[in-house]
């Protein structure tokens, strides 16, 4: 599941200060192969797929500081 945290890390130095509503956005609307994103996919299915994570959790995290300063 760490590799799917990092996912969620990246997407959120992609996409900036709305990362959370665009990949809500993107869960609801199955549109995560783009190709900005594609290769980070399937982790970010997995967050929305398990039972402990989806839009309750994404509501609470806080992407790792290192990564969205990239």
């Known amino acids: 599941m760490q590799d799917a945290l990092e996912a969620a890390d990246r997407y ?5 200060r709305c990362w959370k509503s ?3 956005d993107h869960w609801y609307n ?3 192969n783009t190709p900005r994103n594609a290769a980070d ?3 970010l299915r ?3 797929n398990h039972p402990s994570f989806a839009h ?3 509501r609470k995290y806080k992407p790792s500081a290192a990564l969205t300063k990239l």
């Open 30 to 32: 199955e549109a995560l």
């Open 12 to 16: 959120a130095a992609q996409y900036g």
């Open 41 to 43: 996919a399937p982790l």
């Open 46 to 48: 997995q967050l929305r």
């Open 22 to 24: 665009k990949l809500a």
């Open 56 to 58: 309750a959790w994404l």
